[in-house]
């Protein structure tokens, strides 16, 4: 306890030193400003009035050394709005009706459908979730028509949400970037949405696939280096997973957790370059980080789309998914850390480091708190027991946690939109204050893991909100046995 009160005067002593100087600087000069009369103020203008060169070029120089700053420096990217995909309660998926469809499609053996029970058991996901209607039936109706039907079901339903919360017209959108890790089809989503809006004829589109989990934020990135170039432009990102045409059907245990995880929903988010668009804007983008661990091999080949032996297509989660996410979380946090963490902590993990390494003390490696940094954690709900793992590594409480494992009960793993689904829950339940800073953080097949930090530009108002949690907010948070 004393520690961590010796840890806190640090931080503050540390994080404010830069005003600590400042005061005593200030004070000497004003007291010498002070002490100056009459007589010497006239003799300090008569000088100014007989360098009459030096009066008008210094202002010039200044103005040549300030305006190619200001000419070259980086376009602020603001987050207006976004908007998450709520499906029909007709397409809820009970625990009970998921293991009745297993049963019924005769598909598995006795065996297999305890095992996927076992999984679903204890994966954290609730009573709510959903499915596309195409896996709902029986048998399922696994086919190319049904998967564009969920593909515009989601997509278009974010969309038509966005699009009036934000005032900004189909026609004014001219970045567009769509991305579906485990469905492309010809044309392309981003085709399908440029023709069923619109969109004019010089939009730029792209259509990521196969980038996993952490797509979503990819996407953020890359938005984000465009609109550095296209000035006064909108973008928007539109970031689903397509579970019809993924469903296995077969036994590989391997390939049947993602039955048991993976759910249907989807987000778009519109973000802009424009300085006019800030007093409106919820975020600003402050940070984007993007790591690959794809070199090695056992990063690769942890999340693999392959066929079973009975050439069944599905996609295997390897039994080292968890220490390969660890690995690369911790390559994305030391890029992240520098940029983020206060100078008290940076200070104290090195001095820890010094100790361990230059003194040869035995002491524990010293884990930043991040906690100083963020006031809001948005991580990927890949499972539960992922979650326990950032819990524990970045040593965060319950409170923090909450938007994850509340977003994986509510509608399970919906892949690169999920860290949406958790910021419209800090938004629901009014958490979001004017300059928090809150971290989103994903990782995916290939390997990679990505974050984007944002700032909120304004408090956020639950009642004005209209997003997935509100019709039952009040029942969050529930405890998940």
């Known amino acids: ?29 004003s007291a010498h400003i002070l002490t100056l ?56 998926c009970t625990g009970e009706k998921f293991m009745e469809i297993s ?32 896996v709902l039936q029986v048998p399922p109706n696994l086919c190319m028509a049904e998967a564009r039907a969920e593909a515009e079901a989601v997509m278009f339903g974010a969309i038509d949400q966005l699009l009036p919360k934000t005032g900004v017209k189909a026609k004014d959108i001219g970045i567009l970037i769509v991305n579906c890790s485990l469905f492309n089809p010809t044309p392309s989503l981003s085709s399908m949405i440029v023709n069923h809006y619109k969109l004019r004829g010089n ?3 792209y259509n990521l696939g196969g980038m996993g989990c952490s797509a979503g934020l990819i996407s953020i990135d890359l938005a984000k280096q465009l609109l550095q170039v296209h000035r006064n432009s909108y973008a928007l990102v539109v970031s689903i997973e397509s579970v019809t045409l993924n469903w296995y059907l077969g036994n590989d245990r391997l390939m049947l957790i993602s039955n048991c995880l993976f759910r249907m929903g989807g987000a778009a988010i519109l973000l802009s370059n424009r300085s006019s668009d800030r007093r409106r804007s919820k975020y600003q983008l402050i940070h984007t980080v993007r790591t690959h661990t794809g070199s090695d091999d056992k990063s690769y080949n942890c999340l693999f789309q392959r066929e079973d032996k009975k ?8 039994m080292e998914l968890v220490a390969v996410i660890k690995e690369a979380i911790k390559t994305n946090i030391k890029t992240l850390g520098p940029a983020v963490l206060p100078m ?40 539960r027991p992922i979650l326990d793992e950032m819990e524990k590594s970045l040593k965060l409480t319950k409170w923090h946690m909450e938007p994850s494992r509340m977003t994986l009960y509510q509608f399970g793993n919906t892949s690169s939109s999920s860290v949406w689904y958790e910021l419209a829950y800090l938004e629901a339940k009014g958490r979001i204050r004017k300059g928090d800073r809150t971290w989103q953080i994903a990782s995916g ?26 019709d039952n907010i009040h029942e969050f948070p529930v405890y998940v046995p």
């Not at 097949?445 to 509100?470: H, I, Y």
């Open 103 to 134: 049963e019924l499609t005769t598909a598995f053996t006795e065996e297999n459908l305890a095992f996927q029970r076992k999984i679903f058991e204890k994966s954290g996901l609730g009573q709510r979730t959903y499915l596309p209607e195409a």
């Open 344 to 383: 008290s902590e940076q200070l104290w993990f090195f001095m820890t480091l010094v100790a361990r390494k230059v003194f040869k003390m035995k002491i524990r490696p010293y884990i930043p708190d991040f906690k100083l940094a963020f006031k809001h954690f948005c991580i990927h709900v890949g499972g």
């Open 1 to 29: 306890m004393r520690l961590k009160y010796v840890k806190l005067g640090f931080h503050y002593l540390i994080s404010n030193a830069i005003y600590l100087l400042l005061v005593p600087l200030l004070g000497i000069s």
């Open 203 to 205: 939009v730029l589109s």
């Open 311 to 318: 050439k069944k297509i599905g996609l295997s989660v390897s």
């Open 445 to 470: 097949a290939g390997f990679k893991c990505n974050s984007a930090v944002w700032q909120a530009l304004r408090t956020v108002d639950p009642a004005k909100e209209n997003n997935p949690w509100m």
């Open 37 to 92: 009369t009459a007589p010497d103020l006239a003799q300090l203008s008569d000088q100014l009035r007989f360098n009459l060169v030096t009066v008008v070029l210094f202002p010039a120089v200044v103005v040549f050394l300030v305006t190619p700053y200001f000419m070259t420096r980086p376009s602020k990217v603001y987050l207006v709005d976004f908007a998450c995909y709520k499906p029909n309660p007709a397409q809820i």
